[in-house]
């Protein structure tokens, strides 16, 4: 009965030991996943920060170009003058 307790024991302290292992493998791939995820979230936030950058530049571009429309049509109506001498309220 000696050797059952100590096979009992040894199997007992080999089975210890395993789960002692797979706990800390576990814990460290649950860390690498945790790093990884928080990488990505990281990477996303700067994505969007720069899509939302890019954005504010294009918008301020296309209202400077929509002005610059506006001006110059403004300046075409002045060069051609007035569409007959009744548009005009000054006199020489």
């Given at each position: ?42 990477e ?23 002005r ?25």
């Amino acid at each position: 009965m000696t050797t059952e307790l100590k096979n009992s024991k040894h199997l007992r302290r080999e089975n210890q030991s395993l789960i002692s292992a797979a706990y800390i493998v576990q814990k460290e791939l649950a860390d690498k996943v945790h790093w990884s995820l928080a990488q990505k979230v990281a990477e996303t936030v700067s994505l969007e920060q720069r899509l939302t950058s890019a954005e504010c530049v294009n918008r301020s571009l296309m209202n400077k170009l929509d002005r610059k429309v506006l001006m110059t049509e403004c300046s075409k109506g002045y060069l051609l003058g007035p569409e007959s001498s009744a548009d005009i309220t000054t006199r020489n």
